[in-house]
């Protein structure tokens, strides 16, 4: 049934409104109802003693009855989103409506020979005409005549007015469903959802667009040339309010920018509104409400949000709850009608903060709690991830709106018990404010704020026992619609209600569980012991094996995935028929709709039945592709499209935030079955709307965690095995038939995983490109502010840890110029909108152009670009010519993650000082892990491997902190044949390249030594001094460094690094001096940047395989290359690789062009140089060190810090070379280091010749 919403200027009387409906108990309007229609039959046959009295009589019933129809139709369907009438909707969707029960307004049989009788047709006409709108929301087919009948009585009349309010009626039909409104920009329906969705009726929300139309305009002319007639100024203000709003409309779509015309007139009409409405305050906030929309859509917040601020205290004082509820829920459907229909996150977003203010000014909680919710899901529909927590938190703290809202439900409660419809409400807003919060604490891994949320939660927790049947009464909904509602073909409404109440706290118990497994997990993953992460998931499968209380589909629907994780994929296909349903997997399926017309439902049982299986639907696919079923896949699929005929259709042209996670399981699933064409449609579809979803994130840092790179790894991996596919069939259609920009199949297979690379990375270095100085500087300025709030936000206070994080948010304070008495990081938060950023990156846009990728690579190397998803591998060996050849396998994420983990935590055993025979044992694990994963990146490419000069790795996944030049070829690590690095993709070493290729390099080399005089390192000063020896300069300190090294062509730090899991934002060098997010701001030219630190080459791995580390921070900040640790170093050791590294770039400065030599093949050497060490070698080594180290004896090349016990140490590090206790061959010394960025780069330039710059030609040369 259609909620019925006013289409002229006199909505004021609409009721139904939901907060004076708190007060009353819907049985009651029930019997007024009959009663009033009782009364009604009365009056008609009673003889009154005076006409006055009939009249009087008549109209009150007859107002009564028609408002009292519109209310009692929306109680008897409260539950169910309303349908808008068969003259609104697109031709072919007429059969989905009905208006079975719905009566026709009370007209008194004396009302109309009554006012004729009294020679005044007024009243008539008015309740005509109100008639008559009841009637076109019907669809009847006679409206047109009674229309004209009722024009024609306004002509004898010669009412002028009344004329202009029919030709405003004509006008609105063509513009607008019936009893939806051109000033409600057709977007009104109750709030649902999460406090500014309805989804039903937001799906059909684009059939009926607000749009310029020539006859629409024509009515309104006729209409304005009535009311000018009739001196009727309220008449003229309606149609400038409309035409205001038509042209708002015009102007979002254009996007013409703030000063386009459509939005010029549109503020010219509301501004004449305004005047013409003197004196009709009801219809002057109207009209203002319109203003402040109209403000955001130009990006005038400020302005927008003043203008509700006033518009809620005003509403306030008047007491006008039904408009005050009207235009807030207007501004909140025009929030989500922006973010959804146009994907304009800066508006959404400046209408929630007028949303905000009005109901803060209008003393509304309820309104408030919905402003709450629909900003929690703004932020989480666009990966605003750290804004998500911020207002959780604001709304859960003892003062926040879900405390105020639930404390005017429950004093609402008190003035009358019998409330079953308002305890629904209540528990209805409960739980869904609790998804809103488990979803962020869930994709924030924050703890702590559901534990807070749970002792909210069970504080507002109702008495009633949630299984009793008053909590799930449906009434006011007939025992007709209550029995279809309780047939399980149907959905079985009630029971599931019944079955979800009673087992609500089954369920988070049981959902709690799952999340401390996962968290354990990821816990024992970062501590790199595999064993300890399965046994925690191992102990959550064996408490699925004992869960009795929920059902077997809901406990699946955890421990598939669990067991995804655990790689048991076998035990995964067996648990999947007891899951999926019988809707879909039994024969002689039919449409829904066809069971519903034939069991004789209502369309609103009969919509409840589509969504209970269309979600099924999503599920069963879902589940389906994380077992791999895919010999169920097409019988599922075939199903579904049987019994919801336009599901496919919908996911496609309909989406929600997540459905390109449904297309991408649906490509899959076709795509094994070699459905190819289905496949790649499906796949594209899903980039399409990722796509979409991405351009709406402004924020580079948000973009970067926006999808988790295991379920983009689908979407792109998918997208390249199609494409691979496709190229070894000769009748496959052409890339460019799917309007995709290469010729060649193959290619496209580069471009699909070139996609999901690095984007968040190629976005800053565009960004570089194009901006300007000033605005760059401010846009860094503002991701800086937002980053230093967000390590408050998302860092977990341990027991014990307050003062530590009270300590750190004075210091973020100072930072940021705020008093630390009065900051709070919440609340500081939630006032950035990115703004600044968001005109910096709007208009990034990646374009892979196959020629400019291919050109990026240099001659004679092989590129190995890797995708890797939960259900296998695809590798392509590239060079500058072409694709040579293509790889796929069975190896999928998480068995890769047992690997990595395994070798990492093997790494990580040698910190323990294992014995000789223990420490043998992990070499050989070390080096059969490596072997295992070289099955699969090099064995397949081994020809064309030996043939090169160079190998450059694109890695994904979990090979982000896995030292590559481990991998084996012939027997051996690869780097000791070939000089190797990595880079985040092709597009980003293409970006590098060209920039080196066009600007000078630095001139000078920046070195510093951290010392750390808590924890002196003693080493980092003879490592200093040799890279300054090499290079004739003197190190600088750690105060001159942000300085120093922006003119720098090599930097180097010597330093230890600390590593922040909760907020890799803050992982630090130097102390606690230097950051992540401090690099990250730097404009930084130099060639080489290396991090002789432990940790500084990894990150944490996020969407498109961007990593929050120090690798993508350094290229972010200009540089072209970036050496930096992945483990915890052996301090002593690194010192010895760096000055064999320096030796061998110093020796071939003063080269001749052409012959000077690049980073990569320097590492190679120095590498492979230190490998081949052997005593005597190694000793002299120490020796040269030492020397060098003497040598700056009370000089400026003597880095500052305290190096007393440096002789001491030097002498041990002889002994453990002498006693053999070195093992220079472990990949655990030689491999911690990756060189990421443009390997090939050259370190050029003037320096001291070889012979006089202090180094002696000793073991570690290589010719």
Known sequence: MLEHRPTAIAFAMIPGDPYARLWKDDSELVTLHVQAREAGRAICVAECTTVVERLEQAVILDVWSFLDTLHFSYLEHRDFTPHVTAESLPQGQERNLSFLNFPVPYLSGTLASDMSHAGNSTFQNLLQRMSNDIEWAKGASSGQQAFSHLQAEYENALDYAGLGLCKINEGDRILSPSYTSPVAFNLMCELRDNGWENMAWDSLEPTFLLEDNEQAHRRYDEALFYMEAACAPRGQAAVYLRRGCVNHAAGIRSKAGPDSAQFKQAEENFTRALSLFANDTFNQQLVTCHLALLNCSRGQTKSAVEIARRLGTELREAQSSKLSHFL??????????????????????????????????????????????????????????????????ESIKPSGVIHRAFAYIDDSVSHKVDLHNLRNSRNSLLLEFDRLVQSVCSMTGDENLRSQWEEVRRGLQPNEPQGSSDFIDLAPLSDEAKQHLNDPELGSMETEMMYFCQTFEARKRFNAGYARAIGGSFKAIGLGDMDAADAQLEA???????????????????????????????????ALPHYLSDWFVRGGVEDIRLVCDRKGVTSDVREHAIKVRRDTAEQDISICFMAQAWDKGPRILRNIATVLPDFFYKARTQPKPDTWQLLTFIGALYERASKLDKAIENYLDGLYQVENLRSMISNPDDRRKAYSTQHTAELFCGL???????????????????????????????????????????????????????????????????????????????????????QRARNVAEKLGISADTFDPVGEALKGRDETIAQIFKNTMFVPDVDGLLRSIPANAIV?????????????????SGIQSVHQSDLGTFALRRLVVGYLGKILAFQKDPTPPEAANLKEGLDDIAARISTQLIEPFAEHIRGSNT?????????????????????????????????????????????????????????????????????????????????????????????????????????????????????????????????????????????????????????????????????????????????????????????????????????????????????????????????????????????LWRATKDTSARPDGDYGKLKFHLNQLRAMITQGKVDFTSPRNWAPFALVGCGSVKIVGSAPDAENNGLINGPGEVS
């Open 864 to 880: 190995i670009e890797v995708g890797i998803c939960m259900s296998g591998t695809i590798a392509l060996c590239i060079s500058s």
């Open 951 to 1187: 190998v450059i790795f694109v890695p994904t996944s979990y090979l982000n902190v896995f030292p590559l030049g481990a991998l084996m070829l012939d027997g051996e690590p690869l780097i000791l044949t070939k000089p190797s690095y990595q880079v985040p993709s092709l597009a980003v070493l293409q970006r590098i390249s060209e920039k080196a290729a066009k600007s000078q390099p630095g001139t000078t080399i920046c070195a510093v030594a951290d010392c750390d005089k808590a924890n002196p390192i003693v080493y980092v000063g003879p490592e200093v001094v040799s890279v300054c020896s090499a290079f004739g300069v003197e190190p600088v300190t750690s105060d001159q460094f942000p300085q120093a090294m922006k003119a720098a062509e090599l930097i180097h730090i010597a330093a230890h690094g600390t590593e922040n899991y909760s907020s890799p934002w803050e992982s630090t060098i130097l102390g606690d001096t230097f950051r992540v997010l401090d690099m990250a701001t730097k404009d930084c030219g130099a060639s080489l940047v290396v991090f002789s630190c432990c940790l500084s080459g990894k990150g944490e791995i996020n969407a498109g395989d961007d990593l929050v580390g120090f690798a993508h921070a350094v290229l972010q900040s200009g540089a072209r290359a970036f050496l930096g640790g992945l483990w915890r170093v052996c301090d002593e050791l690194a010192m010895l690789l760096m000055h064999l590294f320096y030796k061998i770039l110093s020796r071939h400065r003063n080269a001749p062009p052409g012959a000077e030599i690049c980073v990569a093949n320097a590492w190679h050497q120095a590498v492979r140089a230190f490998y081949r060490l052997d005593e005597r070698n190694a000793l002299a080594l120490v020796d040269e060190l030492e020397n």
């Open 540 to 574: 959550f499968v064996s408490t699925c094996d004992s869960e009795s209380t929920l059902k077997i589909r809901e406990v699946l629907d955890y421990m598939i995935p669990t067991l995804a994780q655990l790689d048991r994929v076998d035990e995964m296909r067996q």
């Open 720 to 806: 390249a095995r199609t494409s691979v596919a496709l190229s070894r069939r000769t009748d496959a259609k052409r890339p460019d038939e799917y309007r995709l920009p290469t010729s060649s199949w193959l290619d496209q297979a580069l471009i699909f995983l070139e996609r999901g690379r690095a984007r968040t990375l190629l976005d800053i270095l565009q960004a570089h490109d194009f901006a300007g100085v000033e605005s760059l500087q401010a846009s860094m300025e503002e991701l800086y502010r937002t980053r230093l709030l967000s390590t408050l936000i998302h860092s977990h206070c341990r027991p014990g840890g307050e003062q530590n994080l009270l």
């Open 328 to 393: 807030g829920t207007l501004i909140l459907r025009f929030a989500h009608f922006q973010l959804v229909q146009h994907k304009n996150t800066r508006v959404a977003t400046a209408c929630c903060e007028c949303a905000a203010v009005y109901h803060e000014a209008l003393e509304s909680p309820l309104g408030s709690l919905f402003t709450a919710e629909a900003f929690i899901t703004l932020f989480r529909q666009t990966h605003n991830w750290t804004l998500a927590q911020a207002k959780v938190t």
